[in-house]
């Protein structure tokens, strides 16, 4: 399965309802979990975002599904980044011409 990291801000809404937080998160991993995927690491953050997710699924469009669907309960802005393993990395770099 492909690596992501999804990184996270709450809105207006998702800090007003800090205190749910929790269980949106939970509401998160079983969204992972019906797309065939799933959210290995979890980080409460400081700095720039709020949160930090490192996740796995099978592809771009599984990943895609979740982060819209979480996206749309209207508590989280998401930006999801595909990630590379160290040995992926010296594949890459080994391909190259």
Do not use: C, H
């Not at 290995?40 to 979740?66: C, H, I, N, Q, S």
């Not at 990630?83 to 190259?96: G, H, K, S, V």
């Amino acid at each position: 399965m492909a690596t992501y990291i999804v990184l996270i801000n709450w809105t207006q809404q998702g800090i007003e309802n800090v205190k749910d937080s929790p269980d949106r998160l939970d509401q998160a991993k079983a969204a992972f979990q019906a797309a065939g995927a799933e959210l290995k690491k979890f980080y409460l953050v400081t700095g720039r975002y709020d949160m930090v997710v490192v996740a796995e699924a099978p592809d771009d469009e599984a990943v895609a599904k979740v982060a819209l669907a979480i996206g749309s309960g209207g508590s989280v802005r998401t930006e999801t980044l595909r990630a590379f393993t160290e040995e992926e990395y010296r594949d890459i770099i080994a391909a190259l011409p």
